[in-house]
């Protein structure tokens, strides 16, 4: 056992490049996966709408924590490596894709049905009216809910340490180990966490009130 230094508080702040890198994977992998399951959801074709809602029960329905497992030590009985970036990343963003596709096809719902009855009217087929008319509007409800959903993405790299993937959370526990000072050490990780947090909680936040006077008018 030793004293906690602050060589141990550098590595734990260091860390969090990898939680920041993990959660733009996240991000923007599950950014691309939910405009596919919005879109899925919304579709006009039943089997898109279908598909679209049985991944989103499975993902939504099962914890985050368990799919890293099914990924990270399941995939390998099927003789299938996996490292933990390749696990972690995975498992995030078809988490990611899951969640925010249900956020964004409130958004696309969201907009007034006279727009798609407009668009019907031009004459517009199904391509042209979510690009041109539905997605620019439903761009805008769902910006503030989006950011705000990127705190809990962060939040969910955490589990990642669960695999070995050394992000906060994981750094936290080695130093733990060595210096035993549970107390210090996992009051360092929580405050990196804060710090990561609370500027897109205030974003979003900022962003809801924003919506809610352009509403007003």
């Known amino acids: 056992m030793r004293t906690f230094s ?16 993990l959660s733009l ?16 959801r919304t579709a006009d074709s039943v089997i898109a709408r279908r598909v679209a ?20 030590f399941g995939l390998p009985v099927l ?12 498992a995030l963003v078809l988490n990611t894709s899951a969640f ?7 958004c696309i719902q969201a907009v007034p049905h006279g727009q798609r009855e407009a668009a019907d009217a031009l004459g517009l087929h199904y391509v042209a009216r979510m690009r041109d008319v539905v997605l620019p509007q439903a761009f805008k409800i769902a910006l503030a809910p989006t950011v705000g959903y990127m705190v809990q993405v962060i939040k969910g790299t ?3 340490a669960i695999i070995g993937f050394t992000e906060v959370t994981r ?6 180990n060595a210096t035993f000072q549970p107390l210090i050490v996992f009051s360092l990780v929580a405050a ?11 974003l979003a936040a900022r962003m809801e009130r924003r919506q809610a006077r352009a509403l007003a008018r």
């Open 6 to 21: 602050l060589s141990d508080l550098l590595y734990i702040v260091e860390a969090a490049r990898w939680t920041i890198g």
């Open 25 to 40: 994977i996240a991000f923007i992998g599950g950014a691309i996966g939910g405009l596919l399951v919005a879109l899925g």
């Open 53 to 72: 809602t049985v991944f989103v029960g499975v993902f939504q329905g099962t914890p985050l924590l368990l799919q890293l497992f099914l990924i990270f």
């Open 79 to 90: 003789g299938i490596d996996v490292n933990p970036w390749i696990a972690a990343g995975t």
């Open 100 to 106: 925010l596709g249900e956020i964004w096809r409130g």
């Open 158 to 160: 955490s589990l990642a």
């Open 171 to 176: 750094a936290g526990q080695i130093i733990n």
């Open 192 to 202: 990196v966490y804060f710090v990561l947090c609370w500027p897109l909680s205030l």
